[in-house]
């Protein structure tokens, strides 16, 4: 049943996607002619996400040829999670988890896989983009990712509090600490402190091609390929290479987009567990963007990301379900679109336990054109 779903959704996305294509031709024009700015540049931020390949999301038009950017792109998160059976653990004192403590539970639930994760993990992203050709577009993206305690702890317990929204166990742990565990079959990863800091993680090469570009909007075909240049021990990166393909759309009215994503991932081994195979992955997005002038859009994106643990034997529920964000902020761009700014703030929907508490992402970046242009 939950193949079928999942084989219907990337169906239905992707068909969709490819039905406003013929809506929107027309006679070309460049896109750096469209006024809008397109999506938030930022992929889900649950660290276990965070070390397969994911296309940071992108509206349907491509760069100019010959026109670069040049992008650093932050997201900061704060996330607990895990296990209910880790969650739970409470002895009226705040704990650290210990691999003692993960062995009991392992005992009273053997052959389940469970996870904890209690860190404050930040993405700091350094992009590279160029129109190398009339219709096609090259990017490279080189990630580091560290993982830290933090300091959000308190002010997020005392907001749950505050509101009655229940603090999910984060009670019975102590604040602002690094705690990660996962446990896959007979092979287990566990992590009392930072694993690293400003580890560089696996790098992305994408190469976009756009498919109809028009003043009504516009599509885009994306395939990546992601090269295993992370630490693993560092939980800087998963091994292995991992390819995929994304559409990418963008519809005009006014001074409204709306930018619609679906993309389909396959991931390779994961070196920590050998003996596992992760699934494929979907994933969605929808962003609403307001032009409000030719310098400042207001946006609202949400986007949602399948698990390579889905439909595994004996997968923890909640590492197996889809993991959703919502984002909310502002891009600015200057007078003649030589530098851009964007920032937002990320909430996890829908599933609380497998994605990030709050977060926040900002970027800056520069554009470069031809001389002459």
């Known amino acids: 049943m939950k193949r079928a779903r999942v084989s219907f959704l990337v169906k239905g996305g992707m068909s969709g996607l490819l039905l406003f294509s013929s809506a929107i031709a027309g006679p070309n024009v460049f896109a750096g002619e469209s006024r809008e700015q397109g999506p938030f540049s930022e992929r889900n ?38 296990s209910d059976i880790l969650t739970s653990f409470n002895t009226g004192e705040r704990e650290r988890l210990t691999p ?11 052959g389940t896989s469970l996870f904890f994760v209690d860190t404050e993990q930040s993405r700091t992203a350094l992009i590279y983009r160029v129109g190398a050709l009339r219709r096609f577009e ?31 166990g984060r009670e019975n742990y102590q604040q602002d600490v690094v705690q990660v565990a996962l446990t896959l079959g007979s092979d287990q990863y566990f992590a009392a402190r930072s694993p690293s800091s400003l580890e560089i ?3 992305l090469l994408t190469g976009r091609y756009s498919l109809v570009e028009n003043h ?40 409204q987009r709306l930018h619609l994503i679906a993309g389909w991932v396959h991931p390779g081994k994961w070196a920590l567990f050998p003996d596992f195979n992760p699934s494929d992955l979907v994933n969605f997005g929808v962003s609403y963007e307001f032009a409000h002038s030719g310098r400042i859009s207001w946006i609202g994106q949400l986007q949602t990301q399948s698990s390579v643990f889905r439909g595994q034997t004996g997968s923890d529920g909640y590492l197996a379900d889809y993991s959703t964000e919502i984002l909310a902020g502002v891009k600015w761009q200057g007078v003649k679109r030589h530098c851009f700014f964007e920032t937002a703030v990320i909430e ?16 800056l970046g520069v554009r470069l054109r031809p001389a002459g242009s």
């Open 45 to 82: 931020q649950f660290p276990f996400n965070l070390l397969f390949l994911a296309f940071p999301a992108r509206g349907g038009s491509i760069l100019p040829q010959g026109e670069r950017e040049l992008l650093a792109v932050e997201a900061y998160a704060n996330t607990f999670a895990g």
């Open 100 to 110: 003692s403590m993960l062995a009991l539970a392992q005992s009273r639930l053997p």
């Open 138 to 168: 090259l990017d490279v993206e080189v990630p580091l990712l560290s993982y830290r305690g933090g300091i959000l702890d308190s002010a997020i317990e005392g907001y749950h509090r505050n509101n009655r929204l229940g603090n999910g």
């Open 201 to 203: 993680g696996d790098t």
């Open 216 to 255: 009504r909007g516009s599509l885009a075909v994306s395939a990546g390929l992601k090269l295993p240049t992370g630490s693993t021990a560092d939980l800087g990166g998963s091994g292995s290479m991992d390819e995929g393909m994304e559409l990418e759309g963008t519809l005009r009215q006014g001074k």
């Open 348 to 363: 996890n929907i829908f599933n609380q336990n497998n994605g990030v508490d709050i977060g926040f992402m900002t970027s």
